[in-house]
């Protein structure tokens, strides 16, 4: 499902052209990358080691960067590490290592989003357009749209096909978080610090049990979601 | 029966020499008080048929005992005139020299008699100890069974304490059993059994060489050369006789123990062809898998280069290409979760679970197959959160559902069930309404690279073993039959922990 705003997003990402860094060892994802990223609008620039990659961010402070986790000379994590010092725009990680611990470790170290190679070219620029959105536009609109969802942050209140939906404050502060941070994949650990104040990741069976009671009032086939979306081992993803 | 040939002759002597004296004088005192009614004559027949019937029990010295006191009793108290050794008529003289002569000859020839019976009873008995010996080393399995068999036996026969097997080469000795007490690494014991291996003498305990150990070691001959030693802890000195036995015992351990070292090699051996054979065709049916996708990428992109072709061409050839792809990922990633399986580092991490998103993630990826079928999905609206390995279990129900579009007819109905069953155990099925499996299908099903009999082309026989493995590596089980109306069901059995919080 795409989001209205999304949409929007994209034609002014064709208008303005932000600056992608490319981090990757491999000259055929480079150029897969490059081609495809152009051919919307973004702006590239490349760099095959970590070392090129920490230079050309500090000298042209891109607005996201594309990570690959396996390149020849620094540990993948130790870039994310060393670029989130003071790097604040989004870093989604493009990898072959496609475990959920990997790719939970690389969410808790600050990367925005996680795509394992091989991936689908659309999902990946639905996930850039996210990111970016989120980094640019500081989310000031009390009412979020989904479909034939609402959710006012002011009111309290989450309406669906216009009645009003029957939530306790937990689930309304879940379903709030996640809409909040919608296209964004949130850690299970993320969520429970978030919303309950403790990242035991122990808790995770409470965390499911709200899930699965938001997913009966908000969507529309509660067995098929298509707004409450599962991250299977990491955690929860609003919204695409 | 089996008792130490030379066992207690001591004790049986002296009572020869009881038994000797107290059945002459008991005779001889039956015969005394009779003596009105027989005359003396008779009574050296009785005294001589007596020393006659001892001569059968007893040994030589005894006897000639008993032949010299039934004669001096005869003269005394019988041959006129009484309670004299002194003989009146020469013709008692004679007789009672012919009754000595007699009872002698009779105990000499009667005794050599029995010491030959002795003799053969003992090579009998040898016989029968190295056909046992023979017989339970044929059906021992492996150097330690060998090692309580030979044991056995000669524990029975030469008192011997507990036996040691060193086998191997110079640097690298193993001993069996590995715990015996005599060898510690470098322990003087273990230089001797080394020397022994080299020399191909006997050493030790009552041998020339190195006759200060607490053992005796005797090289064990396989063919040419020694291909081990056997070791001894309190070893006995053996009668020349007894160490030909011991040897010809020797011999057959000696045997039994190349049998076993040429079993190892050959097992090894087999293993090696064994992993070959996977080796190839593995070889085989992976290099035909990947060389398939990645042909038709390469034909359709040549193609679409030469730009010639309308776009519904060109769009068909992109959809091919996207197939292929998605097919060489799907054998990579079978291949990287096999190479998991076996490098036996696999450790399922569980954790919550709706089982409505596993579901969703496997009809999601599968959209494409399940698209040609009437999909259907069994969960009961009590199911409760269960706790599980998402990652492994999604494989699981990925291979079953992908493997049912592969085989079953387009258009027919799959049908995924997931139930919870108390206590602890997650149910997953998979039926699907094909021609089932056949009976040579059900036993090989879960084998690696074993691919059905009406296999489809394509595919490495990889995914249904994968669905064993990662079951197993969850403490589950899978089994395959052919479901009630006919089609294969695949039911998949895991021991889960199932969440008891509601949320209501």
Known sequence: ??????????????????????????????????????ANGYKISEAATGKEGLNQASQHQPDLVILDLGLPDIEGFDILKRLREWYRNPIIILSVRNSEE???????????????KPFRTGELLARIRVAIRHSKVPDNNPRLEFGNLT???????????????????????????????????????????EVW???????????RVFVAQIRKKIEDDSSKPALLLTESGIGYRFGI | MKKLLTEGTDRTAIGHYLIAVATVIAVSAACYLARNLIGYHVVSLTLL??????????????????????????????????????????????????????????GILTSRIRRQELRARQREERTDALYQLTKELLVANGIEETVSVAEKYLGQYFKIGS??????????????????????????????????????????????????????????EGGEKVIGVICFLNPVRTAPLEEQFLEACIALISGKIERELLSLVAKDAFILAESDKLYKTLFNSISHELRIPVAAIIGATDTLLSERYPETTRKKLYREMSKASVRLNRLIDNLLNMS?????????????????????????????????????????DDMPLVSIDFGLTEQVIHNLVLNASQYAPEGTEITLSLRYDKPGKLIISVADQGRGFTEKELNNLFHKF??????????????????????????????????????????????VNASEINSE
């Open chain 2, 340 to 380: 998991r399986l076996e490098s036996g580092h696999l450790t399922p991490h569980p954790d919550w679970c709706d089982v409505h998103d596993l579901v969703n993630k496997v009809t999601g990826s599968l959209e494409q197959e399940l698209g040609l079928f009437s999909f259907v999905t069994v969960i009961p």
């Open chain 1, 1 to 38: 499902m795409l989001l209205k705003s999304t949409v929007n997003e994209n034609e002014r990402v064709m208008k303005t052209g932000e600056l992608i860094l490319i981090i990757d060892d491999e000259v055929q994802m480079r150029r897969l990358l490059e081609i495809t990223l152009s």
């Open chain 1, 102 to 116: 990997d790719i939970v470790r690389a969410l808790d170290n600050g990367a925005s989003d996680y795509l394992a």
């Open chain 2, 163 to 220: 036996v040691a097997i060193v086998t191997g080469e110079d640097r690298e000795l193993q001993v069996c059993p590995a715990d015996f007490s005599g060898f510690t690494p470098e322990s003087k014991n273990l230089q001797i059994a080394r020397w022994v291996l080299q020399n191909q003498v006997k050493a030790g305990r009552f041998t020339d060489n190195f006759s200060d150990a607490e053992l005796t070691f005797y090289p064990a």
């Open chain 2, 450 to 495: 074993y691919r059905g009999e009406t296999a489809v082309s394509g595919g490495t026989g990889l995914g249904l073993s994968i669905v064993r493995g990662f079951v197993e590596a969850q403490g589950g089980s899978v089994h395959a039959t052919n479901g009630e109306r006919g089609g294969a069901l695949i039911t998949v059995e895991l021991p």
């Open chain 1, 197 to 207: 104040g403790f990242g035991q990741i122990e808790q995770t069976q409470y965390l």
């Open chain 1, 151 to 193: 959710i006012d942050l002011d009111k309290h209140l989450a309406i669906k096909n216009g009645e009003v939906i029957k939530l306790t404050s937990t689930e309304f502060s879940l379903l709030a978080l996640l809409a909040k941070n919608a296209g964004r994949v949130l850690t299970h650990q993320y969520i429970l610090k």
């Open chain 2, 49 to 106: 048929l007596v020393v006659s019937l001892l001569a059968v029990f007893l040994d030589t010295i005894p006897l000639l005992v008993a032949s010299t006191l039934s004669a001096l009793i005869w003269d005394f108290f019988f041959i006129p005139p009484h309670f004299t050794l002194h003989i009146g008529s020469t013709e008692d003289l004679l007789m009672l020299a012919m009754f000595f002569i007699v009872a002698l000859l009779n």
